[in-house]
């Protein structure tokens, strides 16, 4: 079928887009070959090509998610400890098979404690297997100094977040976090709630955090942990949403204050072989969970403020 007039528009205005997007990639030095493959195959002409309807539909999708890439590039290309995440769906999408042996014995999310690292390396560390550590904060400080005050004088006139998370909020920023009013962030009845989360890539920041919690204990002798710490804090009834992350290695969260509720669902291939799980981590407790296999979501369950912190490990 021969393309009509504002198919041809629609078009040229994709191949436009497209070939805007893709000059602007080169002048980030993200290009690589299979970039350049797919800019051989999309820079199409439409002379003589018959080009279907939902060829073009594939091209403006694909101009979409490399915008959506783009703006996450460019909005974290100063900091190389960040990551510049691609639409949820296309995570979906391109995620390689998982190996269902991580989950298809698993009923419930353990709860131990007293861990020897040895034994916690050859169960859980790498396994994918998700356990809550319930001595996890002993001789932490944090538990008594982190709030949101705490963090609003650490971060004071400081854009030393990488990569910010407002979730369901109106902020922009998290320098717009912190301007909220004193009775929103107090929680106070009749306040909108919110829920956000930020890493840390100054190193100053991050010095001053570690003052406040220390390696967790039960992580292997031979691990390290990565020094990007990770932050969320909010209220009652919020959270994340039903998400998997593309990362290079487990994590370890620490609830500092409040309750929260994570759901843990299998990869998809293994809906019908593991089983969907729930587990409430409370004051003082860590959660180890490969978040590039396991599908989370998380809800503050407690009426007081949430506050979490942790980070990857090797």
């Known amino acids: 079928m021969l393309m009509t007039d504002v198919n041809r528009k629609s078009f040229e205005l994709a191949r436009k887009e497209l070939r805007s997007i893709v000059t602007k990639i080169d002048e980030y030095g993200v290009a690589s070959r299979s970039m350049k493959l797919f800019r051989a195959r999309c820079m199409l002409r439409p002379g003589g090509s018959k080009l279907r309807r939902r060829h073009l539909w594939i091209l403006l999708i694909l101009a979409w998610i490399l915008g959506q890439f783009l703006r996450n590039y460019w909005h974290t290309a100063g900091n190389s400890k960040c990551l510049a995440e691609l639409p949820s769906f296309t995570q979906k999408i391109f995620r390689p098979a998982e190996d269902c042996s991580i989950c298809r014995d698993v009923q419930q999310v353990d709860r131990i404690s007293s861990v020897d690292p040895a034994a916690f390396e050859e169960r859980y560390a790498y396994s994918g297997r998700p356990v809550v550590i319930t001595d996890a904060m002993q001789n932490w400080t944090a538990t008594k100094v982190f709030s949101f005050s705490f963090f609003k004088s650490l971060y004071d006139g400081e854009d030393a977040n990488c990569q910010f998370f407002p979730y369901k ?6 320098q717009d976090v912190f301007d909220m009013s004193t009775d929103r962030s107090l929680l106070e009845k009749g306040t909108k709630p919110w829920y956000v989360g930020w890493s840390n890539c100054d190193g100053e920041i991050g010095s001053v955090l570690r003052q406040h919690y220390k390696r967790p204990y039960f992580l292997p002798d031979t691990s390290e ?11 009652h009834g919020y959270g994340a949403p039903m998400h998997v992350y593309d990362v290079e290695h487990p994590s370890w969260q620490a609830q500092i204050k409040g309750e929260k509720l994570w759901t843990l669902e299998p990869p998809r291939e293994c ?3 593991c089983s969907r799980l729930e587990v409430v981590v409370y004051p003082g407790e860590i959660i180890v969970l490969d ?18 912190i942790g980070a990857e490990y090797d």
């Open 169 to 174: 909020t109106e902020f922009k920023s998290l």
């Open 225 to 235: 942990s990565e020094k990007t710490d990770w932050i969320f804090m909010g209220s």
């Open 291 to 308: 978040t590039n296999r396991w599908y989370h979501q998380t809800k503050i369950v407690s009426e007081e403020m949430s506050i979490t």
């Open 271 to 273: 809906h019908y072989s």
